[in-house]
């Protein structure tokens, strides 16, 4: 008999343990620019200790479960500084406020194709440019997008023709015959920027054998023309010798990575933008 109560308390105290475990609550809140009080889309919310997380939509509002008793969310946007907040176990709600990086040393940079780890803890010379940033301007391409956004890099377009491709050159003239332009990464992936002719100079005869005009009408466009810079997530440059060492030889002349927007957890959303020039 005293077996049996010893065994029925044990499964008692296991039963509660476990609705513990199970139970959670519900907590809304809203993420906002300190000063301005501006709403913040798109931060990350994490509870701290776990992998519970979610993203707060356009209008910075935001839902979570999150287990019963007090709990600490971190808050964090490219751009601005983390933030932790203190959640009681009796508090619904809750109201986070993020300060703007000027230097942006908490930004998550890209060092290799392995991981990202916090810009300040870099060991390389790391440039980031967010989407907000690189769409503030309407350009054609991303090469155009990228002018006067990188400090240190020079980025000359060949043609002022519509279309026309253009230079990258982070560390300077490296090559008078070769090739100075950096490795491009796309997602992980290493990409080919060969400049491809429109073929005009073909069509109008203008180059054609015994005429002797030199043309400059068939403006050559680089493979990165092909990508909407509307669809970047964000651009991290590498401009030190220390690429090299990540990416290989080809990254003598440094590194653009390149990261496309992706899924996320929450609601459906719709961006409509639209330019007349």
Same mark, same amino acid.
């Given at each position: 008999?005293?077996?049996?109560? !010893?065994?029925?308390?044990?499964?008692?105290?296991?039963?509660?343990?476990?609705?513990?475990?199970?139970?959670?609550?519900?907590?809304? $809140? /809203?993420?906002?620019?300190?000063?301005?009080?501006?709403?913040?889309?798109?931060?990350?919310? !994490?509870?701290?200790?776990?992998?519970?997380?979610?993203?707060?939509?356009?209008?910075?509002?935001?839902?979570?479960?999150?287990?019963?008793?007090?709990?600490?969310?971190?808050?964090?946007?490219?751009?601005?500084?983390?933030?932790?907040?203190?959640?009681?176990?009796?508090?619904?709600?809750?109201?986070?406020?993020?300060?703007?990086?000027?230097?942006?040393?908490?930004?998550?940079?890209?060092?290799?194709?392995?991981?990202?780890?916090?810009?300040?803890?870099?060991?390389?010379?790391?440039?980031?440019?967010?989407?907000?940033?690189?769409?503030?301007?309407?350009?054609?391409?991303?090469?155009?997008?990228?002018?006067?956004?990188?400090?240190?890099?020079?980025?000359?377009?060949?043609? &002022?023709?519509?279309? &026309?491709?253009?230079?990258?050159?982070?560390? $300077?003239?490296?090559?008078?015959?070769?090739?100075?332009?950096?490795?491009?990464?796309i997602d992980g992936v290493i990409m080919s920027n060969a400049s491809i002719a429109g073929g005009s100079n073909t069509l109008t005869?203008?180059?054609?054998?015994?005429?002797?005009?030199?043309?400059?009408?068939?403006?050559?466009?680089?493979?990165?023309?092909?990508?909407?810079?509307?669809?970047?997530?964000?651009?991290?440059?590498?401009?030190?010798?220390?690429?090299?060492?990540?990416?290989?030889?080809?990254?003598?002349?440094?590194?653009?990575?390149?990261?496309?927007? /992706?899924?996320?957890?929450?609601?459906?959303?719709?961006?409509?933008?639209? /330019?007349?020039?």
């Open positions: 008999m005293r077996l049996f109560h !010893q065994s029925a308390v044990a499964l008692v105290m296991l039963v509660a343990a476990a609705s513990d475990l199970v139970a959670q609550r519900r907590v809304t $809140g /809203r993420v906002t620019e300190e000063g301005s009080n501006a709403a913040i889309g798109a931060a990350s919310i !994490q509870v701290v200790g776990t992998t519970t997380g979610t993203y707060t939509d356009s209008d910075g509002n935001f839902a979570l479960q999150v287990p019963t008793g007090a709990i600490t969310l971190r808050v964090r946007r490219i751009g601005y500084l983390a933030n932790t907040v203190l959640v009681q176990a009796d508090q619904q709600t809750v109201t986070a406020t993020l300060k703007k990086d000027v230097l942006q040393l908490q930004t998550q940079v890209v060092t290799a194709q392995s991981g990202s780890i916090d810009r300040r803890s870099a060991a390389t010379t790391v440039s980031a440019v967010s989407a907000e940033v690189l769409n503030r301007v309407p350009a054609m391409t991303v090469d155009q997008a990228l002018q006067g956004k990188v400090t240190g890099a020079r980025i000359n377009m060949n043609t &002022g023709a519509p279309g &026309g491709g253009g230079q990258i050159q982070i560390r $300077g003239t490296t090559s008078i015959l070769g090739n100075g332009e950096p490795l491009f990464v005869r203008a180059g054609a054998a015994g005429t002797n005009i030199a043309s400059v009408q068939d403006n050559r466009t680089n493979r990165l023309a092909d990508l909407n810079p509307s669809e970047i997530d964000d651009i991290q440059i590498l401009k030190d010798a220390a690429a090299a060492a990540l990416y290989g030889s080809r990254a003598t002349n440094g590194v653009v990575i390149i990261t496309t927007k /992706r899924g996320r957890s929450g609601g459906s959303r719709w961006n409509l933008t639209q /330019r007349i020039g």
